[in-house]
C-alpha cells in the first residue's frame, strides 16, 4: 500500500485565507479557553443533549453533503447549461451549420461522473476504488467519520469513559484536529491518506467535544466549539474546491464539461 504525499499549490483567495487564518487561530483560541476559563459548578439540566445533538446534527448534515455534494452545488451552476443546450437541440432547424456543429459536440464530448468527479482522467487521486465502484475519498472520509462521531457520542452520553480518557481527550483531538488541517489544507494527498485524513478530522472533534464537556461543562466553551467546527468543514470544502478549479484550469482538452463552473 503505497501512500502519496507532496505540497499543494494553491491560489487562495481572501475568503480562503480568512477560513484557514479562522481554523488554526481559532483552534488556539479554543486551547486557551480550555487552560484558563476554570470548569463551571452549575450544570444546565438539558446542557448536555443539546450540545451533543446539535453535534449529531452538524455529522448528519455532513454525511448529506458529502454523499450527495451535487446535489447542492453541480446542479445550481450546471443544470442550467445543460438545460440550455437541449432547448437548443429543439431549435436545431434555426441554428446555423457552424452552431449545429457546435451543439453535436457539446452532447458528444459530455464528460460522466464517477465519485461526483469527472471520469476526464484528471483526478485519479481524488477517485477512490472500492469493490469495482470509484468513490471520493474525501467525502467518503468524512461520511465514515461522522458515522462513527455519532456512535462514539451516543456512546459517550450512555456510558461512562474513564477519568483519565476524559482528561486526556482535548488533547488528543487537538493534535488530530491540527495535524490534519495541515495535511488537508498544505499538502495534496493521495486518495489513501485523503481519505484517512477527513476521517480523523472528524474523530479529533468528536474528542475534543468529549473533553471539553466532561471537563469543563462551560456551554459557552462548547457553543464556540461547534461554531469552530462548521469553520473547519467551510475551510476544507474551500481548499478542496480551489484544488479542483487548478486541475480544470490546466486542462487542456476542449471537451464540453459540467464540472467547469463547480
Excluded at 36 to 65: D, E, H, M, T
Excluded at 191 to 209: E, Q
Aim: charged share 20%; proline share 2%; net charge positive.
Amino acid at each position: 500500500m503505497k501512500f502519496k504525499i507532496k505540497f499543494r499549490k494553491n491560489d487562495v483567495g481572501i475568503q480562503s485565507i480568512f477560513l484557514i487564518l479562522t481554523s488554526f487561530l481559532g483552534l488556539i483560541l479554543l486551547m486557551a479557553m480550555y487552560i484558563w476559563i476554570p470548569s463551571v459548578k452549575s450544570y444546565y439540566y438539558l446542557q448536555k443533549p443539546l450540545i451533543l445533538s446539535i453535534f449529531i446534527l452538524i455529522c448528519i448534515l455532513g454525511i448529506i453533503s458529502a454523499l450527495y455534494p451535487s446535489k447542492c452545488k453541480m446542479l445550481m451552476k450546471s443544470g442550467g447549461k445543460l438545460n440550455e443546450i437541449d432547448e437548443l437541440e429543439n431549435e436545431l432547424q434555426f441554428l446555423d451549420e457552424k452552431e449545429e456543429t457546435n451543439l453535436k459536440n457539446l452532447k458528444r464530448n459530455q464528460i460522466r461522473f464517477k465519485g461526483h468527479h469527472p471520469d476526464c482522467g484528471k483526478f485519479k487521486s481524488h477517485t477512490l476504488l472500492i469493490k469495482g465502484k470509484k468513490y471520493c475519498p474525501g467525502c467518503t472520509g468524512l461520511s465514515v467519520g461522522a458515522f462513527l462521531a455519532i456512535l462514539g457520542i451516543s456512546i459517550y452520553y450512555f456510558l461512562n469513559f474513564p477519568a483519565i480518557f476524559l482528561h486526556i481527550s482535548f488533547w488528543i483531538g487537538c493534535g488530530m484536529v491540527f495535524l490534519m488541517l495541515l495535511l488537508i489544507i498544505f499538502l495534496d494527498l493521495g486518495n489513501r491518506l485523503k481519505l484517512i485524513a477527513n476521517l480523523a478530522l472528524v474523530l479529533g472533534s468528536l474528542f475534543l467535544l468529549v473533553g471539553i464537556d466532561a471537563v469543563k461543562k462551560n456551554i459557552i466553551i462548547e457553543f464556540y466549539f461547534l461554531i469552530l467546527v462548521v469553520f473547519w468543514i467551510l475551510t476544507r470544502m474551500s481548499i478542496s474546491e480551489i484544488n479542483h478549479k487548478i486541475i480544470c484550469q490546466k486542462c487542456r482538452e476542449e471537451s464540453f464539461c459540467i464540472y467547469d463552473k463547480y
